[in-house]
């Protein structure tokens, strides 16, 4: 292995290592609590190695939230994938999935819990910063039913998705009345928008 290659393996490591400790702190005391020198000791490195490589403290948030969403979505494309041939069936698997993982997700549950409490630093990644989230999760839905349903319309599509993105954000921070629901109803949008275009394998 090359040096560049060694350095680079050590990078991820130190980033996968750095994610899984503050992740671990923030379920447990709360990220107003935690400290990137308290983190960096249990990592095993400097502080400046952990600023080199978030930029801040800041950088560590925002990389766990955007590692969060990205295990969302390999869980997403699973129930999507499994369902291509019947798209229907596969939005509301996908669907019922999220919010199904969102009442399981520790993190979510910590930077929700940790608003209530009135430590807030977190919540605008869901929020006011949550722009990476959003691009992130509609550029993937957004490739995947285009190679998936080839005869459905892209700028729609496009308007669409980003539309569903964030009514689903909105839901899981804001509850409404009969939560079970929410799932369902949101399905309901989504095939409202798009059901008629969804042909594809075996369609």
């Known amino acids: 292995m090359s040096e560049g290659e060694q350095a680079s393996e050590f990078r991820q490591w130190v980033r996968d290592r750095t994610l899984a400790v503050a992740h671990e702190h923030l379920v447990e005391q709360g ?5 990137v020198g308290q983190i960096a000791e249990e990592v095993g490195v400097s502080r400046p190695t952990l600023y080199a490589e978030f930029g801040n403290k800041e950088g560590i948030a925002e990389a766990l939230v955007l590692a969060e969403t990205n295990r969302f979505l390999v869980g997403i494309q699973q129930r999507l994938d499994r369902n291509v041939t019947e798209p229907e069936k596969a939005i509301r698997a996908a669907i019922r999935y999220t919010f199904a993982e969102a009442d399981k997700s520790a993190l979510l549950r910590a930077i929700l819990t940790s608003s209530d409490e009135g430590n807030d630093t ?9 722009e ?6 509609t550029q993937f839905l957004v490739a995947w039913f285009a190679e998936n349903y080839p005869g459905i319309n892209k700028e ?10 964030r009514l ?11 939560p079970k629901q929410t799932p369902n109803r949101v399905a309901n949008v989504a095939l409202a928008l798009f059901g ?6 075996g369609a």
């Open 31 to 35: 990220w107003d609590r935690v400290r």
């Open 122 to 130: 977190m919540l605008p990644l869901l929020t006011t910063r949550s």
């Open 132 to 137: 990476p989230i959003f691009h992130s999760a």
């Open 156 to 165: 729609q599509l496009t308007d669409g998705v980003d539309a569903l993105v």
């Open 168 to 178: 689903v954000v909105s839901n899981l921070m804001f509850p409404g009345p009969r």
């Open 196 to 201: 008629d275009q969804l042909e594809g394998p």
